[in-house]
């Protein structure tokens, strides 16, 4: 388990200091895969160096497996990293080294002997599908075989954790999905706990359990990602979830009701439902669905027509239905 207890990060400038993390506490699970989530600048990939003290907060403690990390001298401190993988957007692969010889490299600093190295990294390339690649140059390679390695590499020390600082961002989006999956798999088949750092939504749609959400360096929302997705309750969750070209939303015509669909919700006909019911025209402005956990989830927004007694059927009906809706602003 991983226990971030009230940290706080600042950095020194020209004209005082930045505070990167404010107050952030948070609590990832053993084996679950946890996303944290926010637009440049919001202080996630501050926060994700914090957890294995790439850097050290101002303030605050970070425990993993029951250890203040915090407190803990430089070589105990290395001994726990081994421990935490981690993976970067950059890659970081070693460019005079084979894809081999890269998996080896974290073991060869650990202790371990060239024949057992060579074994592992073997195994490792084999689950990340890269046997052939073994004695390639990341030059070689292409962006997604490079953060397969990364992933290889990561996991040479058969850690505990696993951290992604926006660890697709670079790819394009059926290498991320890819990735993702292996990702997934890693989870399942070897327990590894992941934190993903990312600015995208669907990156967390797709793989995580649960999600915060950080804005101007503060955790603003935390959640499972179904919940968080259906009904966002902070600004910069409704913006991450909801489409940034706002323009298609600005029109002239009436009320806009927001509806959220659950699992059970989502496969039925709401929509025709309602039209017949009412005998109401409505516009669709938007709408999205996501699948978790086997059950579909998502939201629509409506806009009603300028004559408020028609709009006035939509909104008994939906009241009387039972469907979960908001008024869009």
Known sequence: MIEIRHLSKSFP????????????????????????????????????????LLERPTSGEVWVDGQNLTALGRRELLQVRRRIGMIFQGFN????????????????????????????????????????????????????????????????????????????????PNTTRSILELLRRINATLGVTIVVITHE?????????????????????????????TNPKSEIARELILPKDRTALDTTGGRRLRLIFNGETARKPVIADMVLACRVPVSILFAD??????????????????????????????????????EEA
Request: glycine content about 8%; hydrophobic content about 40%; overall charge negative.
């Open 13 to 52: 400038s020209k004209t005082g200091s930045v505070e990167a993390l404010r107050d952030v506490s948070l609590t990832i699970s053993d084996g679950e895969i946890f996303g944290i989530i926010g637009l440049s600048g919001a202080g996630k990939s501050t926060l994700v160096r914090c957890m294995n």
């Open 93 to 172: 692969l070693l460019e005079q080294r084979t894809v081999l010889r890269n998996v080896c490299f974290p073991l060869e600093i650990s202790g371990i002997g060239r024949k057992d190295a060579i074994q592992r990294a073997e195994e490792l390339l084999a689950l990340v599908g890269l046997t052939d690649k073994a004695a390639a140059y990341p030059s070689q390679l292409s962006g997604g075989q490079k953060q397969r390695v990364a992933i290889a590499r990561a996991l040479a020390t058969n850690p505990r954790y696993l951290l992604c600082d926006e660890a697709t961002s670079a790819l394009d």
């Open 201 to 229: 939504m669907k990156v967390i749609d797709q793989i995580c359990d649960r999600v915060a959400v950080i804005d101007h360096s503060r955790i603003a929302e935390e959640g499972r990602v179904s919940d968080v997705f």
């Open 289 to 326: 669905t996501k699948e978790f956990d086997g059950a579909i989830y998502g939201h629509m927004i409506l806009e009603l027509p300028t004559d408020s007694r028609e709009a006035e059927k939509i909104v008994s009906w939906l009241n009387a239905s039972g469907l979960t809706w908001k």
